[in-house]
């Protein structure tokens, strides 16, 4: 048993702290809400400059496989680099500070990346957003489990997914609006530089980020929940044996995300050229249907998480898992059998149910590790969790093109690389998310009991 194991970082609670009143639900609500824009900044910057790369392509002269770095790895190397070091900030300082300090880089960054000049150039200027980012996910993980009690943590994890579902939507639709606007905007030559009409677009959606990085300021940090003064400054070995301890509850969880997201991040960027090559879609016919797809099933998916994990959560100590282990379940048979559609509408429709299914699976996953990971690890457990889904998810797309040059070897036959794909590594996620469903319920248990003891 968990419970068992003499000196695990997570018994510190035996210590016996007092007894902790939670924040009111006023300060509560307004810490959500601020992070809910800064999660939407994150996204929206993301969507907008992927919007931009035919325009970046040709005013710097560059190749797609230079562009393809500016669009992923440019971001995903140094989330890979600094992502779990600066994780620790959040764990040691207040994490609004933390929090306002990378919406600041991320929107300042951003922004002078308009007054870039070259491809290197524009290149750093995409890696210190990474970076600014990279604390962001644990720093709001981190507070909003100190803003609210375990029975509402999936509800406001549910509303913290409209910030990226927002910040994609508004991404797509405001890039295109304001590439619109400054189409037919002179070049610009100012102090020795040369600025390009879509240079001002990364200047104009920067700009908000110092807004929010105020409201940020005003939020009310809560309180941090079970923490001695001397288990504050814990070292990174103490963080990996406390996962390597509680292996059964975690292994399964971040083993199950590395393999999820290989095959729905795969899916994501070859979605389109799927719709192309398989039923012969326009590209202003696969945007069309695409976001509004993607819009309606996120959001109904946050819904659907939310409520499941709740009403689970009322019978069952083990909810949170057991409910992601269902709903993923639910999403792989939806993914798998898309492509065999007969058209476009039909495959766009078992897309939609499998991505209701897949988002609101995300809520109760990452309500379990915020319930079971100690308050002052927090921040860098949640940071190794979402390693695992960036940088598993970034091999997608090429595993899935692997496969349809190197198996198929024919470009027409993608549909048959995405059903394969998906066939094997979906039904393993769902297995592997399963395998954790007694481990936590045990864990679970045996916090409340402490929780318990100590009120």
Known sequence: MVAEVPGAIGQVADA??????????????YGLFVIILATALNFL????????????????????????????????????LVGIPLARLVDLYPRKYVLAGGITLIGGITALGGLAQNFVQLFMSRMLVGAGGSAHAPGSYSMLADYFPPARLPRAIG???LGFIGGNALGIYLGGLLLTLVAAWPVTHWMGLTIHG?????????????????LLLCATEPPRRGVTALAQAVPMKAVLREIWTRRSTYLPLFIGLAFSATEFLGLSVWRPAFLARTYGWSSARIGNWMSVVILVSYLVGALIGTVFAEWLAKRYKD?????????????APFEIIAPLMPSGELALLCVALGGVCALASAVPQNAAIQRITPNEMRGRVTAIYLFMFIFFG?????????????????????????VLTASILLPLAAFTISRG???????????????????
Not at 54 to 80: R, S
Not at 201 to 214: D, E, H, N
Not at 412 to 418: N, P, R, T, Y
Request: glycine share 8%; charged share 15%; net charge neutral.
């Open 437 to 455: 469903i007694k481990p936590y319920g045990r864990e679970v248990e045996r916090l409340e009991k402490l929780e318990a003891r100590s009120a």
């Open 319 to 331: 909810a949170h898992v057991r409910a992601a282990t269902i709903l993923f379940a639910l999403a």
């Open 394 to 418: 970034s091999f997608g797309g090429q595993l899935i093109g692997s496969v349809t040059q190197r198996v198929f070897g024919n470009d027409a036959d993608l549909w048959k690389s995405i």
């Open 45 to 80: 910057d993301a969507q907008v400059f992927s919007m931009m790369a035919q325009h970046i392509k040709a005013d710097f002269h560059l190749t797609d496989e230079q562009l393809g770095f500016l669009l992923g790895p440019a971001n995903i190397i140094f989330y890979v």
């Open 16 to 29: 016996g702290p007092r007894v902790q009143a939670w924040p009111v639900r006023s300060a509560a609500y």
């Open 159 to 161: 509303f913290l997914q």
């Open 198 to 214: 879509w240079q001002w677009v990364l200047m104009m959606v920067g700009a908000p980020g110092l807004v929010i990085a105020g």
